[in-house]
């Protein structure tokens, strides 16, 4: 187990039982909490949280695997200082990630392509869901969902909880592997299209 957390640095004792009955341990759950406490292995919280004032509308969740998908971008630093961005979507029936897109440049074209790869490997869903960024709002995407006849849902801006599945998913990628992983940068002449997913 403690080789494991090593390992793991931002895994809670739930998914570390998981990991370890794959290995072929049995252990009760609760005696796994018991020595992970006793370990002192708790996941620590990274910075503060802001807590909400006042009621909020809950957000109504999918009963159906795509019944609705999430969209959204995260963006980070190689180690030489060059900028990349991942897009993420995130089905919010099942909380399953569809596709994981890494590259130093993302626009509409090329977010439109992986959205069709999706809904041919996948089916159509009823609704998408993102907020008002550049490439999520392009001719390209409008054209994307007006021909393939998609609902697409921007949230209002500058409240990314109504978005909060993937945004849940956005903070767990980027705690659990961007802030633990070293992602070099391409050598000079190698800074093409693919560099970055390669790497990742």
């Avoid at 949280?49 to 995260?74: H, Q, Y």
Wanted: aromatic share 6%.
């Amino acid at each position: 187990m403690k080789a494991i957390a090593h390992e793991r640095h931002r895994f809670g004792y739930r998914r570390l039982h998981v990991l370890l009955r794959r290995e072929g341990f049995v252990v009760n759950h609760k005696r796994l909490f018991r020595l992970y406490r006793e370990e002192r292995l708790k996941v620590r919280r990274r910075g503060g949280r802001k807590r909400a004032i006042g009621t909020r509308a809950p957000m109504m969740i999918p009963m159906r695997p795509n019944e609705r998908w999430s969209l959204d971008f995260v963006s980070d630093q190689l180690t030489c200082g060059r900028r990349f961005r991942m897009l993420t979507v995130v089905d919010d029936c099942t909380r399953e990630c569809l596709t994981l897109l890494a590259d130093t440049s993302l626009s509409g074209v090329r977010v439109a392509r992986e959205l069709d790869r999706l809904v041919a490997e996948r089916g159509r869903p009823g609704m998408m869901v993102s907020d008002n960024g550049s490439e999520l709002t392009s001719n390209a995407i409008l054209a994307w969902a007006d021909a393939a006849q998609v609902e697409w849902h921007d949230i209002a801006q500058g409240k990314p909880m109504q978005n909060a599945f993937i945004e849940s998913f956005n903070g767990r990628l980027r705690d659990e592997l961007l802030n633990e992983t070293h992602v070099l940068g391409a050598e000079p002449g190698q800074s093409g299209p693919g560099q970055v997913a390669a790497r990742l």
